[in-house]
């Protein structure tokens, strides 16, 4: 095999950290999957300090109070950018009138009235100055009135964007005396309410979502740039984070969910019932020849003509058969019963490859633990040969492409099917872009399956020579393969999803380094103190001081 040089050592050389995968026992956790930062784990503990995070931004632009960004921002599902871009677009005018934002700088935002007495609007009662309540956007009501209107909102689930009461005004009111007002009468619908606040940060965030672990770990994972991507939580669950289910590229979201449905229900066994079976004409269940001859019974004693299904007596004969035919061709339901069979083939075809390569890589899963204890041995050994590194990264590269080599099965089953692109392809351009795919993916397969063969072997008790020479075939495996997969991934991107008109499909682009692995946000381990200041400090807010 072609010696590449050292400077694909260098590549790999530097993944020592790999090693740390071999901590982790989930069976699809991969070595190496790297540490970038443009995504992050937030705790319960660090939420309230990323939920400050783009408020702050929000409240030092436009010089708002923070329960007017908060109100802002919730409107917009915390997209602080697409924020931005209205208010440069639209004016602040337009910004704060979409959100249901009213400022108005005469209205006193401690909500007291001065008067000794007024009416209420709602419940028409004279009440005293002191229990009455003005908002932001003017209107005043007496507090009994507000707190029941709070109190429903609430129970509504309606607690992130509660309006006024006033007919007609669509500002949302002030969490500060919602807060206050119900805190009174129910102490536990304010704590619900709060949280519900807190937890909008990630429920009407596009880009923050819970973690979809098992029990849940209570995490949630926030990206940066797109949604259409594969993380890793700090709890090891590698998931897409577009729809929540396992990490499925170079499959589509929709195609995934397609496939796990297919893979799921019965449809194929009614498809085989189809193919194998007749209904009796009397009770309707599927019956199965079990002999030559074309005059079967039914368990419930009714006989019927297996070639044309009708319904028949005992002395069937094909001279006198009363009210069918069994000679006449019936082309539509032939037909049926053709493409039946073939999408089962096809089905057949796809999922078995699917299922071995799947069943490959838990099997190799499995060596990890081996191959520790192999490398253990090399490196008690008196030897010039310390690094193994190239160990664990081959193996890893093996576990990285072995997973894309298997979701490109589903992928291909919808891409060159007849159920979603139909309209997108003749018949020659889906042969065409077939074959394309197809030999890339043989490729692919090719040099999968002789990395996964050099692991196999009893490398530990090799001489010196014959590790040098494996470290360079697997060194030169593991760049085939990364190249190859990544052929593979811009195919479908460019040449095959890219070229679609009519549908959108996403799929989270291919990393070399594999699934990227959140990291904490700043502040999420130690945040008990700052997050008492933050209380604190909105617990002045709430009593009239800006932050």
């Known amino acids: 095999m072609e010696d590449y040089g050292s400077s694909d050592e260098d590549i790999y050389s530097s993944d020592q950290e790999s090693y740390d995968g071999l901590e982790n026992e989930e069976a699809d956790s991969q070595w190496g999957s790297s540490t970038g930062n443009s995504c992050k784990v937030i705790t319960r503990e660090s939420l309230l300090v990323a939920q400050r995070e783009d408020l702050r931004r929000v409240m030092d632009l436009l010089s708002l109070r923070e329960h007017h960004a908060r109100t802002l921002l919730i409107h917009y599902r915390w997209d602080v950018e697409r924020l931005f871009a209205i208010l440069v677009e639209k004016g602040k005018t337009c910004l704060f009138a979409e959100a249901g934002v009213t400022i108005l700088e005469e209205v006193d935002v401690d909500s007291s009235v001065s008067s000794s007495t007024m009416m209420c609007g709602i419940c028409m009662e004279e009440v005293a100055g002191s229990e009455v309540t003005k908002m932001d956007c003017g209107h005043c009501f007496c507090n009994d009135c507000w707190t029941e209107h709070f109190i429903v909102k609430i129970k509504e689930g309606q607690s992130k964007r509660i309006r006024c009461m006033a007919h007609k ?184 490859r699917y299922k071995a390569h799947t069943d490959s890589f838990t099997q190799e899963s499995r060596l990890r633990e081996t191959i520790k204890e192999k490398v253990a041995s090399l490196e008690s050994r008196d030897s010039r040969l310390r690094d193994f590194s190239w160990v664990t990264n081959g193996l890893y590269r093996l576990f990285r492409s072995r997973r894309a080599l298997s979701f490109s099965y589903p992928f291909a089953f919808y891409m060159f099917g007849d159920d979603l692109f139909k309209d997108e392809m003749t018949n020659e351009e889906k042969e065409i872009k077939q074959h394309l795919f197809e030999d890339q993916q043989q490729q692919l397969e090719a040099n999968v399956e002789k990395l996964s063969k050099v692991f196999e072997d009893p490398f530990d008790g090799f001489e010196e020579t014959e590790i040098m020479d494996m470290r360079m075939q697997v060194l030169n495996l593991s760049v085939v393969t990364d190249t190859l997969c ?62």
């Not at 594969?230 to 897409?240: A, I």
């Not at 053709?338 to 075809?349: F, S």
């Open 169 to 352: 005004c669509f500002a949302i009111c002030d969490e500060a005396v919602i807060r206050k007002l119900v805190s009174k009468r129910h102490p536990d619908l304010a704590e619900k309410f709060d949280r519900f606040l807190l937890e909008s940060y990630i429920e009407d965030n596009k880009m923050v979502k819970w973690c979809p672990s098992i029990p849940h770990c209570g995490n949630a994972i926030r990206v940066e740039t797109d949604e259409f991507c594969e993380v890793e939580c700090s709890c090891g669950l590698q998931f897409c984070f577009s729809c929540l289910s396992e990490a499925h590229s170079p499959c589509s979201c929709w195609m995934w969910e397609l496939w796990t449905k297919k893979c799921r229900d019965e449809s194929e066994t009614v498809n085989w019932i189809t193919v194998h079976t007749k209904p009796c004409p009397k009770c309707h269940k599927p019956v199965e020849k079990n002999g030559g001859c074309n005059l079967v019974s039914c368990i419930c004693g009714q006989a019927f003509c297996w070639l044309c299904g009708g319904a028949t007596g005992r002395d069937h004969t094909w001279s006198s058969i009363a009210g069918h035919s069994c000679g006449r061709y019936k082309e539509d339901q032939e037909k049926k019963s053709e493409r039946a069979k073939r999408d089962l083939y096809r089905y057949m075809h796809y999922h078995n």
């Open 486 to 547: 990544k052929k593979m991934y811009e195919c479908i991107e460019t040449d095959l999803l890219g070229a679609l008109q009519f549908s959108s499909h996403n799929i989270a682009p291919y990393q070399s380094k594999g699934i990227e692995r959140a990291t904490e946000l700043n502040g999420g381990r130690n945040t008990k103190a700052n997050n008492n200041i933050t209380c604190q400090k909105a617990h002045d807010q709430t009593n009239g001081c800006t932050l």
